[in-house]
Nanobody, 121 residues
Framework: VQLQASGGGLVQAGGSLRISCAASGRIFDRDVMGWFRQAPGKEREFVARIRWIGDWIYYADSVKGRFTISADNAKNTVYLDMNSLKSEDTALYYC???????????????WGQGTQVTVSS
């Protein structure tokens, strides 16, 4: 499967943004899609994950209550709706896939190229 992230941009603190991850190739309902982010000088960190069938939704504590992950099977696309954005949300956001019930980045593969989200304060 190939993943293509898009939708990033510049937004003011407190604003909202939706980023997308389009998947092409062989996709299974049991596959788990994850969003991760990496800020300059920091390690890649987990943000949210969902299974294509819509369950196994889980968020990092830092984004819980502000971000919402969803999957549109008809469009083979996973979305991340980000609200109440903070400057610390600034990062390159990646999507990836795994077959496991995990949030560890090294268990995921097929990383997309990333989409930049920049939050100005």
């Amino acid at each position: 499967v190939q993943l293509q992230a898009s939708g990033g941009g510049l937004v003011q603190a407190g604003g909202s943004l939706r980023i997308s991850c389009a998947a092409s190739g062989r996709i299974f309902d049991r596959d788990v899609m994850g969003w991760f982010r990496q800020a300059p000088g920091k390690e890649r960190e987990f943000v949210a994950r969902i299974r294509w069938i819509g369950d196994w939704i889980y968020y990092a504590d830092s984004v819980k209550g502000r971000f919402t992950i969803s999957a549109d099977n008809a469009k083979n696309t996973v979305y991340l709706d980000m609200n109440s954005l903070k400057s610390e949300d600034t990062a390159l956001y990646y999507c990836a896939v795994t077959s496991f019930n995990t949030i560890r980045p090294n268990a995921y593969g097929n990383w997309g190229q990333g989409t930049q989200v920049t939050v100005s304060s």
